[in-house]
């Protein structure tokens, strides 16, 4: 089985031009097609698993979310990282033991929430991430979500004032997601660890973020939505012209 330290030293020591590229499966059949491509491990996306559900991005109940993440853990033989959202309330020894459950080995915590999801008072959110740290103890590589940018706060300072907050709290890694490229390389200086990036619409490559300072390379739902792009044209092409 494999366990947080194999998916821990997976990101550790890596060149610039070598970012760990982490698949975003959203069900059992995408994970394996996904490390049959050879990807040493792999992350799960709340959004992806959400839609492969039938939800709207963030209305997925627990539940359903541990159950699909324990689905894609025991389908590979690889590391499963599991996004959970902000942690659905649970409380840190509550929500390791279900993470743990699952089979995965890592977790993503976002550090906004609620029905506006509003951004969390950073020092409560760095303190919450400290308990996650204490319950789990080695047993799960932490990826802190920085939320600033993605709602509408530019200022690449803040940014890195949470991560600093979140990776002394504990986190293993942090994730300013929808962070502008050109900011980048900024983080990547003042930011201890490993920089997990997402490639958005307009985004330059993975090896240019690569190269301005991303160590980890993540997905969301983006490779589902291009599964379905596929899907849906093979299906156009199956029921012909209306």
């Known amino acids: 089985m494999p366990n947080a330290e194999e998916f821990r030293a997976l ?8 970012p760990l590229i982490l698949p975003g499966p959203w069900d059992a059949a995408s994970a394996r097609v996904f490390e049959e491509a050879g990807f040493p491990a792999l992350a799960t996306p709340s959004a992806g698993v959400a839609a492969s559900l039938g939800y709207e991005d963030g209305a997925t109940p627990a539940d359903e979310m541990f159950a699909a993440v324990a689905r894609i853990a025991r389908s590979v033989s690889v590391p499963v990282s599991a996004d959970v959202e902000d942690g659905y309330g649970l409380s840190p020894k509550e929500l390791v033991a279900r993470v743990l459950d699952t089979g995965a080995v890592g977790v993503n915590l976002e550090d906004s929430g609620g029905p506006d999801k509003a951004l969390k008072d950073p020092r409560e959110h760095a303190g919450r991430l400290a308990e996650v740290r204490a319950e789990a103890g080695g047993r799960l ?3 802190a979500r920085v939320d600033t940018f993605l709602r509408g706060v530019d200022d690449p ?3 890195i004032a ?3 907050l979140y990776v002394e709290a504990g986190a293993d890694c942090v994730y300013p997601i929808a962070v ?3 900011h980048l390389p900024l983080l990547r200086a003042e930011i201890e660890g490993p920089l997990n990036v997402a490639p958005f619409p307009g985004h330059p490559p993975v090896a240019e ?3 301005l300072g991303a160590t980890r390379i993540t997905f969301g739902p983006g490779l589902l939505h291009r599964t379905l792009e596929a899907v849906r044209d093979i299906a156009g092409r199956i029921a012909g012209p209306a």
Do not use: C
């Open 180 to 182: 502008p490229p050109g």
């Open 141 to 143: 590589f932490v990826n």
């Open 157 to 159: 300072e803040q940014a």
């Open 209 to 211: 973020l690569a190269r």
């Open 162 to 164: 949470r991560a600093r």
């Open 11 to 18: 990101h550790l020591g890596r060149a610039v031009d070598d």
